[in-house]
């Protein structure tokens, strides 16, 4: 999905940048960023638009980070269809996720 692959990359590249202990780990239909565990998925939703789901327990959900159902290692989800939206407040739940993990 190759319209995919801006917003996928702005993502990994400020993952990168939250500490030398940020392991990409590329799995068949995802790519899970870790550190000592994992804290944030980025899964090709569609062809236009790029889920990222962040492990953020017992943070609020708000219009823009949906809360998932329990159980699972996300426990929020942001869909994201343009590179743009990978803003401040993006990269401000993503850097919180990989302070917990």
């Known amino acids: 999905k190759e ?15 939250l500490g030398d202990d940020v392991e ?13 565990k994992n804290f944030a998925v980025v899964t090709p ?4 638009r790029v889920d990222l789901g962040l492990n953020l327990k ?9 809360e998932e ?3 699972g290692m996300c426990t929020h989800k942001i869909k994201l269809q343009a590179v743009e939206e990978v803003d401040d ?3 401000a739940w ?3 996720a990989y302070e917990r993990a």
């Open 45 to 48: 939703a569609t062809k236009s």
């Open 24 to 36: 990409i780990a590329p799995k068949k239909t995802s790519v899970a960023f870790r550190r000592s």
């Open 3 to 17: 319209g995919l692959k801006p917003i996928y990359e702005a993502l990994e590249a400020f993952a990168r940048t």
């Open 89 to 91: 407040e993006v990269k």
């Open 94 to 96: 993503l850097k919180a």
């Open 58 to 66: 017992g943070e609020a959900g708000t219009l823009r980070l949906a």
């Open 69 to 71: 159902k329990p159980g």
